[in-house]
């Protein structure tokens, strides 16, 4: 599954279980699961969770892979807060209260005041959830790192809030250590995820504590505890010292950081999210879809749908995935469309003949006697004359068209003339016949360019498509038309993915999240279908527009 092949299927799901969803916006349930599966599209995050014993060097750990020291290690943690760690450009932490809606933005050194046993005894603050953002590089690959309070027989709590946490993860880090085996209720958590399939890794810790010779001896046994359990796909087990990866961290040695362990299993970890983490996140996507689907009723072409997207998706499983895709914007790469080239030079050059164009009303007689030859403007250019010109300079440029349409309204009644011609005859506008010619120059200019090196091409020229249009006209080369054409296809395909990604994230109320070519998506859409705002293109198809007898497409033309 290449990277533009995971945005389709993930559009395709997003919009699956919105048809899905439509209609049920009166029930609060159907409004928080749903804005909860686009929040978790939207942001294509990946939960790794890390379980395991109390004291085991979790926290430690992370710290380590993170590249922080950030998070208390050496706490008794609060029975019933999942601590996650996801990317931010600044350390901040943001606590979630069981009765408060509006959470806290805390300073990260205050973290323990709120997680921990001994800063929030009996948790009296009442906190539920902790988010972390830090700027490490690691978590920038788009996954989330979640810490849970540990496992262990002495607290029912811990376990059983890390269990029912289980599902959220998307891949598990069991951490265990070497001063003492495998407990019961880490082997329990191997017991729930190996026939998900859910990938896995075995990390045991404090590899210091121990000489070489016992590491092996405690290795061994844990492989085969392991193994027992998990049949049909053994870990990876992996043996560090989350102390020795934290100095070589401070110490900036790289040595002692492979030496550490935590640098192959970060490695291991890093790799596995790179080639697999695409269609695992999907497919898990795709079950959550399915779980909402059976519970509903007349969603039998969505279910259809589902079928064969996760068939699609199941398909593409274990074939590379481009590496570029992994959290970030699967598109930005390629050529965006912002405004039209053609159409910001037609604009500057009818600027500047709008204001010569005013001023010689104001001072030549046969200008405006020219006007009210030609019954004025279009209505659009009317308007675009009035934005560039004084008050003064309407009344002296059209007074005579005023009257020249008194004198004909007087001639009708005279004569009794058919009610058709009231409104008087169409404009022949004078600065719809310049945009013409200018736009005209403009495209001429530019294919003359193409026709004479193609080399001109390896940039997008971004252009709308009544201008390519015209553009393609006079390109006589056909290897740099095909050329000219696919750059605007991949362009327009890649719009439109902005433009679902835009709707994914806004439903999801993740509108932070969204950049800048995604919120531009809107007006750049449009901008490709009817050129530049405010400049009106005379005629859709440039070949059937006659100067000086068109009315502008914009305004009165439409209607007709
Ligand atoms: N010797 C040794 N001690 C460690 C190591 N990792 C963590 N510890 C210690 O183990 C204790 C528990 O660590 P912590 O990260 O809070 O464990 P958690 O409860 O699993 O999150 C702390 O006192 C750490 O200093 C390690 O690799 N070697
Ligand atoms: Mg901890
Ligand atoms: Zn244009
Ligand atoms: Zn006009």
Request: proline letters at 4%.
């Amino acid at each position: 599954m290449d990277v533009r092949e995971y945005a389709r299927a993930k559009f395709e799901l997003a919009a699956i279980m919105r048809s899905a969803w439509m209609g049920l916006d009166a029930d609060p349930n159907v409004v928080r699961v749903s804005r909860d599966f686009f929040a978790r599209l939207a942001e294509d995050r990946f939960n790794v969770v890390v379980v395991g014993r109390f004291n085991r060097g979790k926290t430690s750990l992370m710290n380590a892979m993170l590249a922080t020291t950030r998070l208390p290690v050496g706490v008794v943690p609060l029975t019933s807060v999942i601590t996650t760690v996801a990317y931010g450009s600044t350390e901040v932490a943001v606590i979630e209260y069981r009765k408060r809606h509006f959470p806290d933005r805390i300073d990260l050194g205050k973290l323990s005041e709120y997680i921990t046993e001994r800063g929030n005894p009996g948790n009296v603050r009442g906190v539920t959830n902790a988010h972390i953002e830090l700027p490490s590089e690691l978590l920038l690959r788009g996954f989330h790192f979640i810490d849970t309070p540990g496992l262990g027989s002495s607290v029912l709590e811990n376990t059983l809030t890390t269990e029912s946490f289980l599902p959220e993860a998307d891949a598990v880090v069991l951490v265990t250590s070497f001063d003492g085996a495998l407990s019961e209720e880490e082997l329990r958590v191997l017991h729930r995820t190996a026939p998900t399939l859910r990938p896995t890794f075995i990390v045991v810790n404090k590899s210091d504590m121990v000489s070489p010779e016992q590491r092996e001896e405690a290795l061994l046994h844990i492989r085969t505890q392991v193994s027992a359990v998990c049949e049909t796909r053994m870990p990876p087990v992996f043996s560090v010292s989350a102390r020795t990866a934290l100095a070589a961290r401070v110490e900036g040695d790289a040595g002692k950081w492979q030496e550490s362990g935590v640098a192959s299993f970060e490695q291991e970890l890093t790799r596995f999210l790179l080639d697999e983490k695409q269609s695992v996140f999907l497919l898990q996507m795709c079950s959550r879809a399915a779980v909402a689907l059976d519970a509903m009723e007349n969603v039998v072409a969505e279910r259809e749908r589902l079928a064969a997207l996760s068939a699609r998706v199941r398909k593409g499983d274990g074939q590379a995935t481009t590496s570029a895709a992994i959290g970030g914007e699967p598109t930005a790469a390629g050529p965006r469309f912002h405004s039209c080239r053609i159409c910001r030079q037609i604009e500057s050059a009818m600027y500047t003949f709008l204001c010569r164009y005013q001023y010689d009303l104001i001072a030549a007689d046969d200008a405006r006697k020219r006007l009210a030859d030609h019954w004025g403007l279009c209505d659009l250019h009317t308007w675009q004359y009035e934005s560039v010109a004084s008050p003064r300079g309407v009344c002296i440029g059209y007074a005579g068209l005023i009257e020249r349409h008194a004198a004909r309204l007087r001639r009708i009644i005279r004569s009794g003339r058919e009610r058709g011609d009231v409104a008087g005859p169409a404009p022949q506008c004078d600065l719809c016949a310049a945009y013409s010619e200018s736009e005209r120059e403009i495209t001429k200019g530019i294919a003359d360019g193409l026709n004479a090196r193609s080399a001109e091409l390896r940039r997008y020229p971004e252009l709308c498509l009544p201008h390519l249009g015209l553009l393609a006209e006079m390109v006589e080369r056909d290897d740099v038309l095909t050329a000219l054409l696919s750059m605007e296809a991949s362009m327009l395909e890649d719009a439109a993915e902005d433009m679902h990604r835009y709707v994914l994230k806004f439903d999801a109320l993740r509108r932070p999240l969204l950049s800048a070519d995604e919120e531009g998506a809107a007006r750049h859409a449009l901008a490709v279908l009817a050129g530049k705002d405010g400049l009106c293109i005379p005629g859709r198809h440039p070949h059937d527009h006659h100067v000086g007898t068109h009315e502008c497409s914009g305004d009165r033309g439409a209607a007709s």
